[in-house]
């Protein structure tokens, strides 16, 4: 008998001491990853968030895609805070070339390149089509005209009709507020609202960013432009077109035709902070909250396409 509780005690002893020493294991290794030691737990969740990228990058251009770039930008940089991002406007021309020469990381547009550089320059730089976006005529909000056809707007812009009474309006002077050639608003505007007509020169007033041109339309009594949906508030009106409506219902069916895609081109294939930035932009956080949130719209409720 005690033999064997001998040996019913030394096998209890075994135990203990071997259950203290993985409890003591599973405390020191509790320690380590306190302290901020390396743990292989922790480097794969570090390395799998690709967005985390750190840099600095300078994208340029359309004035008219700037605000949706400039607040997915901050929404990046405040969840990135090692990645910095400039947004600057400057107009399509202006990001095209600039992105064609090195001289900026991204260049944003509202037309293709090939509409806009040499063959052998826009072959050289990546697509990343990220948003659709309306643009409609505006007027100050004192012209109570609220709907122009094709022919009517064609005449105003090329100088033909000059005053609002020969529209239907009040008998006030029709003053033209038109964006430069290197505007990709004043491109699309002129291809899709105006076949292709030749503004009048001369007789207009020239403003280089979307927001100089509503703040003069709003400070200009009778006068006329032209801005993408992101810029139209309360401060002037948009008239309809052929008695549509410049909305994301009647953009997306085609029954308003005055829209393009937004371009974000890169040279070549995008890379690092760059093309982390360009998927964020696709993202859920960018496509599904800020998109419409800023009167752009998504490609993929896009039912027509160019």
Known sequence: MKTKSFKFIAIAMVLVIALAGLLSGCGSSSSDNASGSTSSSKTPAASSDNSKVSGSITTVGSTALQPLVKEAADQYMAKNSDAQIQVQGGGSGTGLTQVSTGAADIGDSDLF?????????????????????????????????????????????????????????ADEAITIINRPTSSGTRATFKKYALKGAEEATGKALNEDSSGTVRQMVAQ???????????YIDSSIKALKFEGVEANADNITSGKYPIWSYEHMYTKGDATGLAK????????????????????????????VSR
């Open 113 to 169: 390149a090939e509409e806009k550089l040499p063959a052998d320059q826009a072959k050289g730089l990546t697509d990343h089509k990220v948003c659709v976006v309306g643009f409609a005529a505006v007027v100050n909000s004192d012209v109570t005209v609220d709907s122009l056809t094709q022919q009517q707007l064609i005449d105003v812009f090329t100088g033909k009709v000059t005053n609002w009474k020969d529209l239907g309006g």
């Open 220 to 230: 200009t009594k009778g006068s006329i432009s032209y801005l993408a949906l992101s």
């Open 276 to 303: 982390a930035f360009l998927d964020y932009m696709m993202s859920d956080d960018v496509q599904k909250t800020l998109v419409s949130k800023l009167k752009f719209i998504s490609i993929s409720d896009m039912k």
